[in-house]
């Protein structure tokens, strides 16, 4: 292959990202929003999403599809907040012990989600969609009916008549919980030079250690290395440039958060090193092929679907103590689609997904998301079309993406039988 | 000279599927180090012999076995292929069970991966140990080193040729300790000859190791070439057993092959010299999953009947198919001289074509439709016939489909309570009546029929057969036949091509003996 080749290869490879990445340059100029506040919202976003969207991967991988069902999760991790919120628990420890009923309920429910999807094999992702739809309706009789109906109790988070919870519940006390730990005093969410020297020295350490303890010397470590010196150098200069001083001011990074974000990846990333991310390759790639090596793919699969409801659970708890308020009955309904949605411009597919491509889509699809009305706005000058557009673009870009992903892998078939 | 206990010993082996014998007192001795070659057609029995002994499920569900298996000279009950497994008994069948993203080193330890302790098993358990991909490089690299092939364990599995996937499943059973007998299942099926050549030295190389091979091929050449005894199997029966140095390639063929034949089609054959081609292929290629063509040849006189045959997965089903452009095809096909576009179904009946498909099920019929929209469907659609028109309005022209049903259903005794019946609720063979009563509305200048007698009773066969014959004597269509009973082909057919690994091996009147065409079969 040549270098005109290489080149081809890679834009095929790579073009829902870098098609999206075009929509968003055009957003991002028609918008009229300054870059700083774009940032500051992209920033807020992220840590809000990123975690449910990494949710997606483990289902990918085990070879059962876009994992619609993480809804499931997003609703576990809703009871959670809730319980929390009728024992008036207060700030982090609230954030932690709702986390903690909410992977028990999450891992309860994605046992029984994966069972469902191992009687339904080959049709995931419709499965998953729809038992979503279901759940939500389980999920309204308990707190619009049970809750204050049936098992009887008083809290200000029952409505007026006794019986059922409130459709918006204020998370006050735990906003910012996580997002802004305070050591000693002092804010952990700081302005975005700061954050960018806090994680450029992380991972210095980081690769340092491997470069001179684990005596990894590969050229990518070493290049990391690099980025990673760049990050601090860049950091301390934004930092004391006058000229900067807009983002310094509104770029707010809650380096707590993230720092759970990069760890939920580091343990993404072990855990496809166990024996048990192994199998769930293998099951992924040819389930066949793998119970005849005597894997036992059902069980396999629910793993993967426990996980992936656990950490959607966590995920949609960051997102609310974030938010600061919850929205009880409508808050988890479109995490599925939005979630798809921003793994696939990250270039992820049914069948293949990284957490590279999570964490580009995530950014992707919320910059367009953010963008899109105020542009569509400008370019028509018609204040109308801004939020159809956000639908548009949400609802479109699942369209586009796996309508490019079924042309590439058609274009590979073809390629493929004609070797022959 | 002593006694050596035979690694595996299958005796008087009888196992029947609902009544139907499909195994008859087959019995075979397989000694350390030996290569040892189990050839018959389709359906003569093989697979039910390899289930039996791996205690595949199909066999205890129906009713078990009957004989004994004996394992280095001690007598086994196999329960489940894990305990075959344990007697150490290997087996690479013919589909690669190979993972198509992992490597070539992953594919060989599969679900036996050496593990060692990382973090995340320190604090959850053992079941969260890391996969020791050093160990799985060095485990793979020793049993490859073993086969004699050089193959790097990083390699992708999906990116190999055919050829080194076949090693590398072999390279798996190896490096499971204990095997001292490895069964293949037609190795060289989807192999090229070069790479086919490498698979024969592998198993000599096994055996040398002590290891006995239970070759099940239909491949004479490479029986000859390998094997130190033979048996085969035809219906169900052992026919033979031979030390290779004791027979020839011919006599292996004519056992194989060997049936009573009912009359054999004579025709003048001069008849056929000079005639004008009605159909004309030239390097054919579909991609058809199972029966993949990979450059045909063919030219089909005006007016014969062409049988094409040859063992299941060859590629014989995959002609037909190409020439409706059901599957991706490649190459050149013209019609009369005039050139036929390819991948289009459309164009294929446009260029009067018509096809009975092998698969009666899904392609055949209407399930719930009757018997005269059956066949009145396809001349509907495709020449606008069967209608009474007003103007711009169609409206089915009812008198005339149920004569035209009648007429067929009488012609070809469908027995149906009649036109009106839902075809779904018919007999296989009348199914099949109905089929080519539809293909032949089409007033088709060639009609290809592909299996039309698979799965329908001896009485229907006839009939299916003779109606095939007639049609071709009164309208003179041209007929191509595919079938893998290779009596009817030699019933009906006035000439038959043999295809074997995607190509025509010979082609071959129909008074041939056994021996052509077993040996044209057998690929050689």
Redesign the interface.
């Known amino acids: 292959m040549g270098k005109n080749g290489k080149v081809r290869g890679f834009l095929g490879k790579n073009i829902v990202p870098l098609l999206f990445a075009c929509f968003c340059a055009v957003g991002v100029y028609y918008s009229g929003t300054g870059i700083p506040t774009i940032l500051s919202d992209l920033v807020n976003r992220f840590d809000r999403n990123a975690l449910l969207v990494l949710s997606l991967i483990l289902p990918v991988i085990s070879g059962m599809g876009l994992n619609f069902g993480i809804v499931l999760g997003a609703m576990s991790g809703q009871v959670g907040l809730i319980l929390v919120s009728i024992w008036k628990i207060q700030g982090l420890p609230a954030i932690l012990i709702a986390m903690l009923i909410a992977m028990v309920v999450a891992s309860f429910c994605g046992f029984l989600a994966g069972k469902m999807l191992n009687q339904t094999k080959g049709q995931e992702m419709i499965t998953s969609m729809i038992l979503g739809f279901f759940a939500n309706g389980i999920y309204q009789f308990i707190f619009l009916f049970i809750a204050g109906g049936v098992i009887k109790f008083s809290s200000d988070l029952l409505l007026s008549s006794g019986i059922g919870i409130k459709n918006t519940i204020a998370l006050d006390s735990m906003q910012y919980a996580l997002d802004d730990i305070k050591i000693f005093g002092v804010s952990t969410k700081v302005d975005l030079f700061t954050a960018m020297m806090f994680f450029g020295a992380l991972f210095l350490l980081y690769y340092l250690f491997r470069v001179l303890v684990k005596k990894n010397r590969e050229k990518k470590y070493r290049i990391r290395l690099g980025i990673s010196a760049a990050l601090i150098v860049a950091g301390a200069v934004g930092y004391n440039l006058p000229a900067l001083v807009m983002y310094k001011m509104m770029v707010r990074v809650p380096i707590p958060t993230y720092l759970v974000i990069i760890g939920v990846c580091i ?1 993404i990333q ?2 496809m ?7 769930m ?2 099951v992924g ?2 389930r066949k ?2 119970a ?4 036992r793919v059902d069980k396999v699969r629910i793993q993967a679907i426990i996980l992936s409801t656990v950490i959607a659970a966590l995920g949609q708890i960051i997102f609310y103590q974030n938010l600061g308020t919850m929205d009880t009955y409508y808050g988890h309904e479109k995490v599925g689609t939005y979630c798809v949605a921003a793994i696939l411009i990250g270039g992820a597919s049914v069948q293949k997904a990284t957490i590279g491509q999570a964490i580009l889509g995530t950014l992707l699809f919320h910059l367009l998301f953010n963008v899109s009305p105020l542009a569509a706005q400008n370019m028509f000058s018609n204040s109308m079309v801004g939020g159809y557009f956000r639908m548009v673009a949400c609802y479109g870009i699942i369209a586009v993406a796996l309508i490019l992903h079924a042309w590439r892998s058609r274009v590979d078939r ?1 390629k493929k ?2 070797e ?1 | 000279m002593a006694e050596i206990t035979p690694v595996l010993s299958m005796k008087n082996i009888g196992k029947a599927f609902s009544g139907n014998q499909v195994l008859q007192d087959v019995s075979l001795d397989i000694m350390p180090g030996e290569i040892y070659a189990l050839c018959g057609e389709n359906g003569a029995g093989k697979s039910t012999l390899m289930n039996i002994l791996f205690g595949m499920p199909v066999i205890s569900s129906t009713g078990g076995y009957t004989g004994k298996v004996l394992i280095d000279g001690k007598e086994v009950q196999i329960k489940k292929p ?1 305990e075959a497994i344990a007697y150490g008994i290997g087996m690479v069948h013919q589909e690669f ?6 490597t070539v080193g ?1 594919n060989i330890k ?2 036996r ?1 050496p ?1 060692k302790n ?4 320190r604090v959850f358990g053992k ?5 020791d ?1 050093e160990q799985i490089e060095k485990d793979a690299e020793a049993s490859l080193d073993r086969l004699g092939v050089e193959l790097d364990p990083h390699a992708d599995v999906e990116t190999l040729p055919v050829g080194y996937m076949q090693f590398v499943e072999i390279a798996r059973e190896l490096d499971k300790s204990n095997v001292k007998l490895l069964i293949l299942d037609e190795p060289t099926a989807v192999l090229a000859e070069s790479e086919a050549e490498i698979v024969l030295d592998i198993i000599k190389r096994l055996s040398k190791l002590g290891i006995a091979v239970l070759l099940i091929t239909h491949r004479i050449g490479e029986i000859m070439y390998v094997a130190d005894t033979v048996t085969i199997l035809r219906d169900g029966l052992n026919v033979k057993t031979m030390k290779i140095a004791d027979t020839t390639a011919g006599e292996i063929a004519e056992l194989m092959v060997g049936r009573e034949l009912v009359a054999v089609k004579q025709r003048d054959r001069d008849e056929s010299e000079n005639k004008e081609i009605a159909v004309s292929i030239k390097n054919l ?1 579909v ?1 058809m999953p199972g029966e ?1 063509v ?1 450059g045909i040849n063919l030219d089909v006189y005006k007016g014969e009947i062409l049988g094409i045959g040859g063992l299941a997965g060859q590629g014989k089903l995959g002609v037909a198919n190409g020439i409706m452009g059901i599957y ?1 095809t ?1 190459g050149e096909i013209t019609v009369f001289g005039k050139p036929l576009k390819l991948n289009s179904p459309k164009s294929s009946i446009g260029a009067k074509f018509a096809f009975v498909s092998e698969d009666r099920k899904q392609q055949g019929f209407a399930p719930d439709l009757s018997i005269e929209m059956n066949m009145v469907i396809p001349a509907m659609v495709n020449h606008d016939e069967f209608f009474r028109k007003f103007g711009p309005f169609h409206q089915i022209d009812k008198k005339k489909v149920e004569e035209t049903a009648k007429k067929y259903i009488e012609e070809f005794q469908i027995r149906c309570t009649g036109p009106k019946q839902e075809v779904k609720s018919l007999s296989g063979g009348n199914q099949q009546k109905v089929c080519i009563a539809k293909a032949i509305l089409l007033q088709p200048d060639v009609l290809l029929v592909s299996e039309p007698t698979r799965g329908i009773d001896i009485g229907a066969k006839s009939i299916v057969l003779e109606t095939i014959s007639r049609i071709n004597e009164e309208t003179g269509v041209t007929i191509l036949f595919t079938s893998s009973e290779l009596g009817e082909l030699r019933q009906v057919c006035d000439r038959i091509a043999i295809v074997s690994g995607g190509k025509v091996a010979d082609i071959l009147p129909p008074d041939a003996t056994n021996e052509e065409f077993g040996l044209a079969m057998g690929g050689k």
């Open positions: 343990l072990a855990f090193k166990t024996k048990l991310g192994q199998d390759r293998a790639h040819d092929v793998a005849s090596a005597g894997i073809k039988s004609e022959v | 894990q069970m190979l993972i198509p993203g992992f992953e599969l679900n991966e593990l990382g973090a995340l098993s079941q969260l140990r890391n996969v991909f290629r991609d993949r990979s991706p490649f």
